[in-house]
Protein backbone atom coordinates (compact mmCIF):
# COMPACT_ATOMS: atom_id res chain seq x y z
CA UNK A 1 0.00 0.00 0.00
CA UNK A 2 1.79 3.26 -0.80
CA UNK A 3 2.27 5.95 1.56
CA UNK A 4 -0.23 8.13 -0.23
CA UNK A 5 -2.82 6.26 -0.44
CA UNK A 6 -2.63 4.90 3.40
CA UNK A 7 -2.44 8.73 4.04
CA UNK A 8 -6.00 9.37 1.95
CA UNK A 9 -7.69 5.88 3.01
CA UNK A 10 -6.64 6.04 6.66
CA UNK A 11 -6.19 10.06 6.84
CA UNK A 12 -9.49 11.08 5.56
CA UNK A 13 -11.98 8.69 3.83
CA UNK A 14 -12.09 6.28 6.50
CA UNK A 15 -12.47 8.98 8.96
CA UNK A 16 -15.14 10.60 7.22
CA UNK A 17 -16.72 7.16 7.12
CA UNK A 18 -16.97 6.82 10.84
CA UNK A 19 -18.20 9.94 11.43
CA UNK A 20 -21.32 9.13 9.54
CA UNK A 21 -21.85 5.48 9.99
CA UNK A 22 -21.05 2.63 11.70
CA UNK A 23 -19.75 -0.27 9.61
CA UNK A 24 -19.83 -4.13 10.11
CA UNK A 25 -17.77 -6.37 8.35
CA UNK A 26 -18.43 -10.13 8.35
CA UNK A 27 -16.34 -12.37 6.30
CA UNK A 28 -13.10 -11.14 5.49
CA UNK A 29 -11.24 -14.34 6.19
CA UNK A 30 -12.25 -14.50 2.22
CA UNK A 31 -10.01 -11.97 0.78
CA UNK A 32 -7.46 -13.47 -1.17
CA UNK A 33 -4.29 -11.86 0.33
CA UNK A 34 -1.66 -12.55 -2.41
CA UNK A 35 -1.93 -11.62 -6.15
CA UNK A 36 -4.62 -9.72 -8.01
CA UNK A 37 -8.44 -10.26 -7.89
CA UNK A 38 -11.80 -8.89 -8.78
CA UNK A 39 -13.61 -7.26 -6.12
CA UNK A 40 -17.38 -6.97 -7.11
CA UNK A 41 -20.08 -5.19 -5.20
CA UNK A 42 -24.11 -4.14 -5.60
CA UNK A 43 -24.45 -0.21 -6.09
CA UNK A 44 -27.15 1.64 -4.31
CA UNK A 45 -25.66 4.58 -3.35
CA UNK A 46 -22.52 6.94 -4.49
CA UNK A 47 -20.88 6.31 -0.98
CA UNK A 48 -20.59 2.59 -2.21
CA UNK A 49 -17.04 2.68 -3.29
CA UNK A 50 -15.93 4.11 -0.33
CA UNK A 51 -17.46 2.04 2.12
CA UNK A 52 -16.29 -1.54 0.07
CA UNK A 53 -13.10 0.18 -0.18
CA UNK A 54 -12.47 0.88 3.65
CA UNK A 55 -13.65 -3.07 4.52
CA UNK A 56 -10.75 -4.06 1.94
CA UNK A 57 -7.86 -1.05 3.19
CA UNK A 58 -9.09 -2.02 7.12
CA UNK A 59 -7.74 -5.42 6.15
CA UNK A 60 -4.71 -3.33 4.75
CA UNK A 61 -6.00 -4.61 1.31
CA UNK A 62 -5.77 -1.62 -1.54
CA UNK A 63 -8.22 -1.99 -3.90
CA UNK A 64 -8.37 0.35 -6.93
CA UNK A 65 -11.86 0.90 -8.54
CA UNK A 66 -13.24 1.60 -11.49
CA UNK A 67 -14.75 5.16 -11.03
CA UNK A 68 -17.16 7.18 -12.82
CA UNK A 69 -14.68 10.22 -14.46
CA UNK A 70 -17.17 12.77 -12.88
CA UNK A 71 -15.65 11.70 -9.44
CA UNK A 72 -12.36 13.03 -10.53
CA UNK A 73 -13.68 16.54 -11.26
CA UNK A 74 -14.72 16.86 -7.69
CA UNK A 75 -12.28 19.34 -6.14
CA UNK A 76 -10.17 17.52 -3.42
CA UNK A 77 -11.86 14.40 -3.64
CA UNK A 78 -10.94 13.93 -7.07
CA UNK A 79 -7.00 14.58 -6.05
CA UNK A 80 -7.56 11.92 -3.73
CA UNK A 81 -9.11 9.57 -6.64
CA UNK A 82 -5.70 10.44 -8.97
CA UNK A 83 -2.87 10.39 -6.51
CA UNK A 84 -4.26 6.84 -5.15
CA UNK A 85 -4.43 5.12 -8.63
CA UNK A 86 -7.94 4.73 -9.13
CA UNK A 87 -9.40 4.32 -12.24
CA UNK A 88 -11.36 6.50 -14.50
CA UNK A 89 -14.50 5.63 -16.63
CA UNK A 90 -15.73 7.58 -19.08
CA UNK A 91 -18.87 6.38 -19.49
CA UNK A 92 -20.49 7.08 -23.24
CA UNK A 93 -17.37 8.14 -24.53
CA UNK A 94 -14.59 6.50 -27.25
CA UNK A 95 -12.74 6.19 -24.28
CA UNK A 96 -14.98 3.76 -22.59
CA UNK A 97 -13.39 0.57 -22.95
CA UNK A 98 -9.93 2.21 -21.54
CA UNK A 99 -10.62 0.99 -18.11
CA UNK A 100 -10.74 -1.94 -18.45
CA UNK A 101 -7.56 -2.44 -20.74
CA UNK A 102 -5.90 0.10 -17.41
CA UNK A 103 -7.74 -2.78 -15.31
CA UNK A 104 -5.99 -5.77 -16.76
CA UNK A 105 -2.94 -4.26 -16.60
CA UNK A 106 -3.73 -3.61 -12.96
CA UNK A 107 -4.63 -7.23 -12.74
CA UNK A 108 -1.74 -9.10 -13.93
CA UNK A 109 0.59 -6.60 -12.17
CA UNK A 110 -1.06 -7.93 -9.00
CA UNK A 111 -3.40 -5.78 -8.14
CA UNK A 112 -6.46 -6.05 -6.81
CA UNK A 113 -9.18 -4.15 -8.33
CA UNK A 114 -13.22 -3.34 -8.06
CA UNK A 115 -15.88 -3.80 -10.61
CA UNK A 116 -19.49 -2.35 -9.71
CA UNK A 117 -21.14 -4.69 -12.50
CA UNK A 118 -24.06 -2.69 -13.14
CA UNK A 119 -22.31 -0.01 -14.61
CA UNK A 120 -24.96 2.32 -12.32
CA UNK A 121 -27.00 3.07 -9.75
CA UNK A 122 -29.43 0.71 -9.24
CA UNK A 123 -32.89 1.47 -10.53
CA UNK A 124 -34.54 -0.67 -9.17
CA UNK A 125 -37.56 0.68 -6.90
CA UNK A 126 -36.82 -2.23 -4.40
CA UNK A 127 -33.23 -1.59 -4.26
CA UNK A 128 -32.19 -5.13 -5.04
CA UNK A 129 -28.93 -5.92 -7.85
CA UNK A 130 -30.05 -5.53 -11.07
CA UNK A 131 -28.82 -6.74 -14.22
CA UNK A 132 -25.21 -6.56 -14.53
CA UNK A 133 -23.13 -5.56 -17.34
CA UNK A 134 -20.43 -7.38 -19.08
CA UNK A 135 -17.11 -5.67 -18.59
CA UNK A 136 -16.17 -7.70 -15.10
CA UNK A 137 -17.31 -11.23 -16.51
CA UNK A 138 -14.95 -9.96 -19.48
CA UNK A 139 -11.88 -9.08 -17.67
CA UNK A 140 -12.42 -12.07 -15.27
CA UNK A 141 -12.45 -14.61 -18.35
CA UNK A 142 -9.28 -13.15 -20.10
CA UNK A 143 -7.29 -12.72 -17.18
CA UNK A 144 -8.63 -16.04 -15.17
CA UNK A 145 -8.54 -13.49 -11.94
CA UNK A 146 -10.79 -14.86 -9.05
CA UNK A 147 -13.83 -12.68 -8.32
CA UNK A 148 -14.73 -11.51 -4.66
CA UNK A 149 -18.31 -11.00 -4.09
CA UNK A 150 -19.79 -8.07 -1.40
CA UNK A 151 -22.69 -7.48 -0.42
CA UNK A 152 -23.72 -3.94 1.11
CA UNK A 153 -26.40 -2.49 2.55
CA UNK A 154 -27.15 0.76 4.60
CA UNK A 155 -24.80 3.39 2.50
CA UNK A 156 -28.02 4.19 1.01
CA UNK A 157 -29.30 5.40 4.09
CA UNK A 158 -26.66 7.91 4.38
CA UNK A 159 -26.54 8.89 0.88
CA UNK A 160 -29.69 8.24 -1.14
CA UNK A 161 -29.47 7.79 -4.88
CA UNK A 162 -30.33 10.40 -7.13
CA UNK A 163 -30.35 13.53 -4.81
CA UNK A 164 -32.43 12.21 -2.36
CA UNK A 165 -29.86 13.31 0.33
CA UNK A 166 -27.47 13.07 2.81
CA UNK A 167 -28.25 11.88 5.92
CA UNK A 168 -24.87 11.77 7.99
CA UNK A 169 -26.82 12.01 11.72
CA UNK A 170 -27.51 9.80 13.62
CA UNK A 171 -24.59 7.85 12.30
CA UNK A 172 -26.30 4.68 10.47
CA UNK A 173 -25.57 0.99 10.18
CA UNK A 174 -23.41 0.04 7.44
CA UNK A 175 -23.41 -4.00 6.87
CA UNK A 176 -21.26 -5.41 4.49
CA UNK A 177 -20.64 -9.39 3.91
CA UNK A 178 -18.02 -10.78 1.86
CA UNK A 179 -18.70 -14.28 -0.08
CA UNK A 180 -16.15 -16.74 -1.13
CA UNK A 181 -13.93 -16.27 -3.94
CA UNK A 182 -14.97 -18.26 -7.30
CA UNK A 183 -13.69 -18.19 -10.72
CA UNK A 184 -15.39 -18.40 -13.99
CA UNK A 185 -13.34 -21.15 -15.68
CA UNK A 186 -16.67 -22.88 -16.59
CA UNK A 187 -17.33 -20.33 -19.05
CA UNK A 188 -14.14 -20.71 -21.02
CA UNK A 189 -11.68 -17.91 -22.05
CA UNK A 190 -13.46 -16.61 -25.13
CA UNK A 191 -14.89 -13.35 -24.29
CA UNK A 192 -16.62 -13.07 -28.38
CA UNK A 193 -18.93 -16.02 -27.37
CA UNK A 194 -21.32 -13.73 -25.94
CA UNK A 195 -23.69 -16.09 -24.87
CA UNK A 196 -20.93 -17.21 -22.08
CA UNK A 197 -20.18 -13.97 -21.59
CA UNK A 198 -24.21 -13.15 -20.67
CA UNK A 199 -24.15 -16.56 -18.26
CA UNK A 200 -21.03 -15.21 -16.69
CA UNK A 201 -22.47 -11.90 -15.49
CA UNK A 202 -25.65 -13.69 -14.58
CA UNK A 203 -23.81 -15.69 -12.37
CA UNK A 204 -21.46 -12.84 -10.34
CA UNK A 205 -24.72 -10.78 -10.23
CA UNK A 206 -26.67 -14.38 -8.97
CA UNK A 207 -23.36 -14.16 -6.15
CA UNK A 208 -23.65 -10.53 -4.85
CA UNK A 209 -27.81 -11.12 -4.83
CA UNK A 210 -27.03 -14.37 -2.32
CA UNK A 211 -25.17 -11.87 0.10
CA UNK A 212 -27.78 -8.87 -0.31
CA UNK A 213 -30.48 -11.55 0.80
CA UNK A 214 -28.67 -12.60 3.93
CA UNK A 215 -28.49 -8.75 5.00
CA UNK A 216 -31.68 -8.15 3.94
CA UNK A 217 -33.11 -11.45 5.39
CA UNK A 218 -35.91 -11.64 2.54
CA UNK A 219 -35.84 -13.05 -1.05
CA UNK A 220 -34.57 -11.11 -3.76
CA UNK A 221 -37.40 -11.20 -6.84
CA UNK A 222 -35.96 -11.41 -10.56
CA UNK A 223 -33.71 -8.99 -11.15
CA UNK A 224 -34.68 -5.14 -12.37
CA UNK A 225 -33.70 -5.42 -16.56
CA UNK A 226 -33.77 -1.53 -17.95
CA UNK A 227 -34.12 -4.11 -21.20
CA UNK A 228 -37.28 -5.52 -19.95
CA UNK A 229 -38.54 -3.34 -17.55
CA UNK A 230 -37.57 0.21 -19.17
CA UNK A 231 -34.49 2.44 -19.19
CA UNK A 232 -36.33 5.99 -16.44
CA UNK A 233 -33.96 7.86 -17.64
CA UNK A 234 -30.82 9.89 -16.37
CA UNK A 235 -31.19 9.83 -12.65
CA UNK A 236 -34.46 8.44 -11.93
CA UNK A 237 -35.74 5.27 -9.98
CA UNK A 238 -37.58 2.70 -12.55
CA UNK A 239 -40.96 1.00 -12.36
CA UNK A 240 -41.41 -3.06 -12.60
CA UNK A 241 -43.42 -4.39 -15.17
CA UNK A 242 -45.19 -7.43 -14.30
CA UNK A 243 -42.92 -10.48 -14.35
CA UNK A 244 -42.54 -12.39 -17.83
CA UNK A 245 -44.60 -15.33 -17.89
CA UNK A 246 -43.24 -18.85 -17.10
CA UNK A 247 -43.15 -21.69 -19.95
CA UNK A 248 -45.85 -23.21 -17.93
CA UNK A 249 -48.36 -19.91 -18.51
CA UNK A 250 -49.70 -18.69 -21.84
CA UNK A 251 -47.78 -15.62 -23.02
CA UNK A 252 -49.18 -12.38 -23.12
CA UNK A 253 -47.95 -10.29 -26.08
CA UNK A 254 -45.00 -8.54 -25.70
CA UNK A 255 -45.13 -4.89 -25.10
CA UNK A 256 -41.38 -3.91 -25.52
CA UNK A 257 -39.88 -0.92 -23.29
CA UNK A 258 -37.40 1.33 -23.96
CA UNK A 259 -34.53 0.10 -24.81
CA UNK A 260 -30.97 0.60 -22.94
CA UNK A 261 -28.01 2.15 -24.87
CA UNK A 262 -25.48 0.41 -26.19
CA UNK A 263 -22.89 -0.13 -23.53
CA UNK A 264 -19.45 0.79 -24.78
CA UNK A 265 -17.05 -0.65 -21.94
CA UNK A 266 -19.62 -2.99 -20.79
CA UNK A 267 -17.84 -1.47 -18.72
CA UNK A 268 -21.48 -17.82 0.39
CA UNK A 269 -22.22 -18.74 3.52
CA UNK A 270 -22.24 -16.02 6.24
CA UNK A 271 -19.36 -16.30 8.35
CA UNK A 272 -19.44 -16.33 12.38
CA UNK A 273 -17.54 -13.77 12.98
CA UNK A 274 -18.28 -10.14 12.79
CA UNK A 275 -15.81 -6.91 12.61
CA UNK A 276 -17.37 -3.13 13.84
CA UNK A 277 -15.76 -0.15 13.59
Known sequence: MSRFYRFAA????????????KQHVTGTENIPRNGGFIAVANHLSNLDPLTAMRALVDEDVPIYSLAKSQLFEIPILGHV???????????????????????????????????????????????????????AARLAMRTGAPLLPMGQWGAQNVLGAYGSGFRPFPRKDVHILIGEPFDLAEYGSDTSDHEAVRAATAEIMRRITELVEQLRGEKAPRPFDMKYDGDPGKGNIGVRRPDPPTPSEPSAPEVPGPQEPADPGDVAPQADTERES
Open 10 to 21: RGAIIPFLKAVS
Open 81 to 135: FSAGGQIPVYRDSANAGNSLVEAEKRLRAGDPIMIFPEGTLSRDPLQWPMTGKTG
